[in-house]
């Protein structure tokens, strides 16, 4: 491996001094911080933090992209900004579902059901609770619902889990945090025998060390078995040791805060998941984004009556009894799909006065406010001057209904 960059003294160099030389450098290949590696030989060299998943080579002291690497990412951007995302997107937004940020239990539970039609109510649920709870959000590769068919009874069954993203995130808010020890890592048998006081034959056994920008560090140990079972994203270029690491990684950050509220679950790495997306028969385009997808066979209380029914009424189906003497037209209810245009304006000093007095009356807190604006419509309102006029009008609403 003549790109190696082997450092012959390391024995001889403090931690500190090993963690200030590696500072200096990052990979060649794709800009990632490196760590320290140990070879067949017992020699040390620095190299790509993931340099046993993608092979990466060698260390520079700045990142510069090879022109092959820069149009992939040209590619990758224009994948992201195609017309099908751009409608899908659009869709989403539409139907009041956010793309990022805090989602509430109503629109987690309206987005997964869109990306896993088929997963049951209880994990709906718990993915929906998990996204409202932790922050999470389906399309940022924060929570799975995953189906798993057993090869001898042919039952599928389902599973929610959390990816190695989302448990980063989580820790992130609790402060800073960095890897050290040229870790996450395999254990060598020296390092079980030391640890645990004996080694482990039947599982791949990694350690991850992690520090806080306090010095705090802890260490956390996974294992993950040499032989069996299926895990996911095998296809995609997962590995044993990979789900070791991801694990070991998961038991340190629990060691490392232990008053952190961690959900407790599997977790996995989402860059091997397939990507969450919208099923071909979930609308897609901006028409029909207002549209909730039927989730029976009955049809939704805004359906128009059908040519064949218009002398009589439907099973199923809901309709206003005519009064003798009208016309027809003025008896036919308004789709309840077409709504008013928003009054995209923000509102007035007026309007801001009278909504403070409707608050004072009502007995409303700001913390009142602040629940109703952002955890139940998610609109991530900071100040009540942001409010637009259409919001406000929803929001008197739902004052006077709550008194």
């Not at 820069?70 to 539409?94: C, F, P, S, V, W």
């Not at 039609?117 to 709870?133: G, H, M, Q, T």
């Not at 000093?349 to 409707?358: D, F, I, M, S």
């Amino acid at each position: 491996m003549s790109d190696r960059f082997y450092v012959d003294n390391y024995d001889e160099l403090s931690i500190k001094e090993r963690d200030k030389l590696r500072l200096q450098f990052v990979c060649p290949e794709c800009g990632e911080w490196v760590c320290w590696w140990v070879d067949d030989d017992r020699r040390h060299y620095l190299a790509c933090h993931r340099h046993r998943t993608t092979g990466h080579e060698g260390v520079a002291r700045e990142y510069k992209p090879p022109d092959a690497r820069q149009q992939q990412m040209n590619d990758g951007r224009k994948e992201i900004m195609n017309e099908e995302n751009i409608q899908r997107n659009r869709a989403l937004t539409t139907r009041g579902i956010p793309l990022t940020g805090q989602l509430t239990k109503e629109q987690a539970t309206k987005l997964i059901t869109t990306i896993w039609p088929k997963a049951p109510e209880i994990e709906v649920y718990k993915a929906a609770l998990l996204c409202r709870d932790f922050g999470l959000h389906p399309l940022q590769n924060h929570v799975f619902i995953i189906p798993f068919t057993s090869a001898k009874t042919g039952k599928t069954t389902w599973a929610t889990v959390m990816g190695i993203t989302a448990t980063r995130l989580i820790m992130s808010r609790y402060g800073s945090f960095s890897y050290i020890d040229n870790t996450p890592r395999i254990m060598t048998d020296e390092e079980q025998m030391r640890t645990f006081g004996k080694t482990d034959k039947d599982n791949i056994v990694a350690i991850t060390k992690l520090r806080t920008k306090g010095g705090m560090e802890a260490p956390g140990y996974g294992r993950y078995p040499k032989t069996g079972g299926h895990f996911q994203g095998e296809d995609k270029g997962n590995t044993r040791e990979n789900m070791a690491f991801i694990r070991s990684e998961r038991n340190a950050f629990k060691r490392l805060c232990p008053d952190a509220q961690m959900p407790e679950m599997e977790v996995v790495d989402d860059q091997y998941m397939a990507k969450p997306e919208l099923p071909e028969e979930s609308p897609t385009g901006p028409e029909a984004a207002s549209e909730e997808p039927p989730e029976s066979e009955e049809p939704p209380e805004s359906a128009e009556p059908s040519a064949d029914a218009e002398e009589g009424v439907v099973e199923g189906e809901f309709q206003e009894i005519p009064i003798p003497g009208e016309p027809e037209e003025e008896s036919k209810p308004a789709p309840d799909n077409k709504e008013k245009p928003r009054n995209e304006n923000k509102i007035s000093a007026a309007q801001l006065k009278h909504l403070g007095e409707l608050c004072a009356k009502a007995k409303f807190t700001p913390s009142d406010l602040g629940r109703i604006c952002n955890q139940e419509e998610g609109w991530r309102i900071q100040k009540l001057d942001d409010l637009k006029v259409w919001q406000y009008e929803h929001l008197c609403k739902k004052i006077n209904e709550e008194n």
